[in-house]
């Protein structure tokens, strides 16, 4: 059976409510569908976050009776977001003017939010009743949910020189569905149809640090100019090093949560600047690697603190930095981020310590503990100078820099490799073979070398 679904996310712009309570719906509060030809159901989500000192109740919605309001949870932690569904089945053809009243108990005033635009044709009643309201179930087949698409346009420029980039790419991940969708350009000017809805953005081009940002693509977005940062010098050369190239692979990773936890004390555990450096070349595919990786880095976002600097790194056919330095105000984003990488290509760990060791320095803390963590499965080739650069970095007096390793497999000769590593680098070496020693390997690392 097929009909037609429009699926859209809505968020209203933020503001404050009090003196102290604050809560966002982002980014406008009325959202304009436009023409839509043909609807038996509209379904659009509000994305609800707490910013205030205490838990957001919603007490009450008001809505016309052609709406209908609903949500996981009426309670909304301090700090937490959830999604506000709001379905319409709409009686007639024409406009639609819709308010709805959001009642809440940080303000004895309403908060309204207007639903706005036109149905030209209703569906049928038969059809209309054959709508499911996950759009995530795919129950239905590929015809059942036709999300409203948007244009994306945007423009690449070095960040010093102001000069065009003419190859760059944006990986596109909705922090709905997780979908994930790349687009390329080779002139400088990358336009993309994707449906409207909250991303995280991953904008990368050759020779330059990748970028990672929140967004919300809404409709009619205005043409975006990103600014990247170029890699230094001694990054972009590559060095000769001897690589085994795999079949491509993807990696299906099932969604992780956070559970946030006052494990990390910080009367008992010094700042951390922490470096993790991904490797995801070919080998890296099998479930007992990267997938028990990604477990491992979603329990340590949870005791993640505002005084931590997390920078996340990966290495393979390019050397990216996936997640420029973040604290635990982005908990989420990490997440997101981390479930989009995927194992294939060769391996360039060179290049990938260089620049590891590059975003450690810039983000020293000092007085803090200040560590790369290698995740990697093979032998691990670096040159002399990066063997002097490890060693200096580990006896410094003045910006001291440990390095430790999660070694992923059995290979033994590649274990011994990477366990020298720790040696000059002052850090532990972390075998990893199964779900139990994955998920805890990261922090537990951490509390031993960040602890008072």
């Keep these: 059976m097929r009909y037609l679904f429009v699926s859209l996310l809505l968020i209203i712009g933020c503001y404050s409510i009090g003196n102290a309570q604050k809560w966002t719906i982002e980014p406008e509060r009325t959202l304009d569908f436009g023409k839509i030809e043909r609807a038996g159901i509209i379904q659009t989500y509000a994305v609800i976050t707490n ?28 700090g937490d977001t959830i999604h506000l569904n709001i379905s319409i089945r709409p009686l007639s053809t024409g406009k639609i003017n819709g308010k709805i009243e959001l009642f809440t108990n940080f303000s004895e005033s309403t908060t309204e939010l207007r639903v706005t635009g036109e149905v030209q044709k ?32 945007a423009k690449f420029i070095d960040s010093a020189s102001g000069a065009s980039i003419k190859e760059a790419s944006i990986l596109y991940v909705s922090q709905l569905t997780k979908q994930k969708m790349e687009h390329t350009t080779l002139n400088g000017l990358l336009q993309s149809s994707i449906p409207i809805g909250p991303y995280i953005l991953l904008i990368s081009a050759p020779g330059f640090e990748t970028k990672t940002i929140s967004q919300y693509i809404s409709y009619n977005q205005k043409e975006q100019t990103f600014a990247l940062t170029a890699l230094p010098a001694k990054i972009k050369s590559e060095e000769k090093i001897e690589a085994i190239v795999f079949k491509d692979s993807v990696i299906s990773n099932p969604s992780n949560t956070i559970t946030t936890t006052d494990e990390l004390s910080e009367s008992l555990y010094k700042p951390n600047n922490i470096v993790i450096l991904i490797d995801v070349s070919g080998s890296m595919k099998e479930p007992d690697k990267l997938p028990l990786l990604k477990k491992s880095i ?27 330095t973040v604290n635990g105000n982005q908990k989420k984003e990490v997440l997101t ?49 990066d063997r002097k650069m490890i060693i200096n970095a580990a006896n410094s007096t003045t910006e001291k820099i ?44 951490i509390k031993t070398m960040s602890k008072r």
Excluded: W
Excluded at 122 to 151: W, Y
Excluded at 300 to 324: C, F, H, Q, S
């Design 51 to 78: 910013l205030g000192a205490k838990p957001l109740v919603l007490l009450k919605a008001n809505a016309p009776k052609e709406f209908t309001i609903s949500t996981t949870k009426k309670i909304i932690p301090q």
């Design 122 to 153: 209703l569906q049928s009643a038969e059809l209309a009743n054959c709508v499911r309201f996950d759009p995530k179930s795919g129950v239905g087949g590929a015809a059942s949910i036709i999300p409203l698409f948007t244009d994306h346009s």
């Design 298 to 324: 979603a329990t340590l976002m949870g005791p993640v603190r505002l005084i931590d600097k997390i920078t996340i790194i990966t290495y393979a056919t390019e050397v990216k930095v996936v997640v420029p």
């Design 337 to 385: 981020v981390i479930d989009t990488l995927r194992a294939d290509g060769v391996t360039a760990g060179s290049r990938g310590i260089q620049v590891a060791y590059e975003n450690a320095k810039r983000e020293f803390i000092s007085g803090g503990n200040n560590q790369v963590i290698l995740a990697t499965d093979g032998v691990f080739r670096i040159s002399g100078k």
């Design 402 to 445: 440990n390095l430790s390793v999660l070694g992923f497999g059995e290979d033994e000769q590649a274990l011994a490799m990477l366990e020298e590593f720790t040696r000059i680098g002052a850090g532990n070496m972390i075998e990893v073979s199964k779900k139990s020693q994955a998920e805890r390997a990261i922090i537990d690392e």
